[in-house]
């Protein structure tokens, strides 16, 4: 069965540094999420993101984050500078697109371990 | 984004025994419903989900759950776990006022003792 992949499993960083989260979704979906789980906490929803562009985020989601579709196989997440609260596990997903209003599943990547110190 | 409670931060049990995680979401208008599972170092995976029709639903790995539109439920059952079912569990919903993204509840951490 395809995967959504991520990379790294676990990235260590210093606070103020810049990281880069990439995932390679589902190769024919359309859609694109970047979810954050704090350790005790929910799943929260980040940015959704469709033809090359985001379709919504969230509150969290500041001018720290951004996202980007480099060359139609990786969708990369980038903290710019890394506040020790950024410290979470962050999955990425993708969905097919093919009937967005109604049945839409979305498949998770391992995520990604985001160590901030 | 749409409220969605887990009952149980962490359930225990014993091999056989029936599970069920309860799960109510806040949104009066159309939901759709899943359930997540997560095991150990892996990623999340679809148990089951509703969109309609029938609201009891049966997923993956002998798990079914039943939608209860009157109290804004979605609990998840299990006759008879296996230690492989030790797992962190999550419910989540989708509606169109949210543009179909996943609100996700806590998770319930299930504990399957051999």
């Known amino acids: 069965e395809p995967e959504v992949t991520q990379t790294p499993s676990h990235q260590v960083t210093q606070m103020g540094q810049e990281v880069i989260l990439r995932c390679v979704p589902i190769?024919?979906?359309?859609?694109f999420y970047w979810y954050r789980q704090i350790l005790g906490q929910k799943v929260e929803f980040l940015v959704s993101f469709y033809n090359n562009e985001i379709s919504e985020k969230s509150e969290i989601f500041d001018d720290q984050f951004s996202v980007e579709r480099p060359d139609g196989s990786n969708f990369t997440l980038k903290i710019r500078s890394t506040k020790l609260e950024d410290s979470a596990m962050y999955f990425c997903?993708?969905?097919?697109?093919?009937?967005?209003?109604?049945?839409?599943?979305?498949?998770f990547g391992a995520g990604t371990r985001l160590s901030v110190l | 984004a749409q409220s969605v409670s887990q009952h149980n931060h962490h359930v225990i049990l014993s091999e056989a025994a029936s599970l069920e995680l309860g799960c109510n979401y806040s949104y009066g208008g159309t939901v759709n419903l899943f359930w997540y599972v997560q095991y150990p170092g892996q990623h999340l995976q679809l148990l089951l989900k509703?969109?309609?029709?029938?609201?009891l639903v049966k997923g993956i790995k002998g798990f079914e759950a039943e939608f209860i539109k009157s109290k804004f439920s979605f609990n998840l059952r299990k006759p008879s776990v296996q230690w492989s079912d030790t797992a962190e569990y999550f419910c989540?919903?989708?509606?169109?006022?949210?543009?179909?993204?996943?609100?996700f509840g806590a998770g319930t951490t299930v504990t399957v003792r051999a």
């Open positions: 509703y969109f309609s029709g029938d609201p």
């Open positions: 989540a919903v989708t509606t169109a006022m949210d543009d179909y993204k996943l609100s």
């Open positions: 997903a993708s969905f097919p697109g093919a009937d967005r209003l109604a049945k839409n599943i979305q498949y």
């Open positions: 190769s024919n979906h359309l859609y």
